[in-house]
């Protein structure tokens, strides 16, 4: 089991910041800062995607202010979402066409979900998206990562 040091508390006024360690240097580095949690998360959630995608594990710490100083706060559990494949098209409808409406569909979730703060899902959230996604219409799809959003601006 490899040890690592714990996250520095960034420089600076307080602001939201991720920062992702580094196995191979052995350090802490800021990926994402903004004086609002939405972008960092957002960004926290593409990157730790990206990482994973390469196969590579992902340590992250996400910093932020509380009453005026630095605050670590805790980020989820880190579990490895399973890709699943995109249903078959309906009779008569284009194969590329489905295949796009589905992808869109999944990225209006994903978003939705990351705005909300849940950027790193577990098989069982993976599932659950894929299962909204297969039944849902683009704009019942779009309602739903709306109230995601909004939930997640109220924090």
């Not at 196995?23 to 990926?31: K, Y």
């Not at 593409?46 to 009453?67: F, I, N, Q, S, Y």
């Not at 880190?78 to 008569?92: K, L, N, Y």
């Amino acid at each position: 089991m490899e040890s690592r040091p714990e996250s520095p508390q960034p420089q600076g006024a307080p602001r939201w910041v991720a920062m992702f360690y580094r196995p191979a240097a052995g350090s802490w580095r800021t990926a994402a800062q903004s004086p609002h949690r939405s972008p960092v998360l957002y960004a926290l959630g593409e990157m730790t995607r990206a990482v994973r995608a390469r196969g590579d594990e992902v340590t992250v710490v996400l910093w932020g202010p509380k009453d005026g100083a630095w605050h670590r706060y805790d980020a989820p559990p880190q579990q490895t979402a399973v890709h699943r494949p995109d249903p078959e098209p309906s009779p008569g409808e284009p194969a590329t066409l489905a295949e796009r409406m589905t992808g869109r569909r999944h990225q209006v979730l994903m978003a939705g979900l990351t705005n909300a703060g849940l950027y790193d899902l577990s098989p069982e959230d993976d599932t659950t998206v894929q299962a909204l996604v297969e039944r849902l219409d683009e704009a019942a799809v779009r309602r739903v990562a709306h109230w995601l959003t909004t939930a997640g601006g109220t924090r």
